[in-house]
């Protein structure tokens, strides 16, 4: 073989190392691109599904806050408003214990014991009041009897009750002036009650009253 086949030899052998090196530096070049755009994408995902994820978070957060102080005004509305109407039912209460001053209120009793002796239904009562209207009570207690046999006797067509009521008896179970006046009837050992009490008055009305006084005080709420 002479040394020209030789060298031509020796360049196709080069040429062909020459092509086979680009092409696998070509696909290298693309491989590493194609992977380099997955890796970028990928990445751009990831920081998308983190900014979502902390935007998602940020906005629960700020809805929890948002309705805890919500739910912290609304409580403190009502504490408000609670402390008004039992302010409310204070002074009610005070006018109602100046009744007891007042000169009907001997009357006032007279008619609560007539009243709790038609509601309670029994013949032996027992009469709690207060012990500065245990007096008062005493004295009152023949003519609010006879006005309860009276009103029996009438809607009855006749029957005459005779009821055995006592004041006091205990006087350790003297209302306190916490109920304002007026008078507890118990029958039965204590198993029947009606509760003629000022407080107890005072607290029916304030019930029955309480939608128009809320209207009253609290406007923004109609």
């Not at 070509?26 to 979502?52: S, W």
């Not at 100046?98 to 609560?112: C, E, F, P, Q, S």
């Not at 009650?193 to 009253?209: A, G, H, P």
């Amino acid at each position: 073989m002479s040394g020209d086949q030789i060298r031509q030899m020796v360049n196709f052998i080069l040429q062909e190392a020459h092509e086979k090196a680009n092409e696998i530096r070509v696909k290298t070049e693309h491989d590493f691109n194609l992977e380099k755009q997955t890796l970028v994408h990928e990445a751009k995902l990831n920081v998308q599904d983190e900014f979502t994820k902390k935007m998602k978070d940020q906005e629960i957060q700020e809805r929890i806050t948002r309705s805890a102080e919500i739910g912290a005004s609304k409580v403190k509305k009502m504490e408000i408003r609670d402390k008004l109407l039992q302010t409310l039912i204070a002074e009610a209460g005070s006018k109602c214990a100046n009744v007891t001053k007042g000169g009907d209120y001997a009357d006032l009793l007279k008619n609560l014991i007539v009243q709790g002796l038609i509601k309670i239904e029994e013949n032996k009562v027992e009469i709690f009041c207060r012990g500065d209207d245990v007096k008062t009570v005493e004295k009152i207690l023949p003519k609010a009897i006879q006005e309860y046999v009276e009103i029996i006797k009438k809607e009855t067509d006749g029957i005459v009750l005779k009821p055995d009521v006592s004041v006091n008896s205990n006087r350790s179970a003297d209302l306190s002036d916490a109920t304002y006046g007026g008078v507890i009837l118990t029958a039965l050992n204590g198993k029947i009650v009606c509760d003629n009490t000022m407080k107890s008055r005072l607290m029916l009305v304030y019930e029955e009253l309480l939608p128009s006084i809320r209207a009253i005080l609290f406007p923004e709420d109609e």
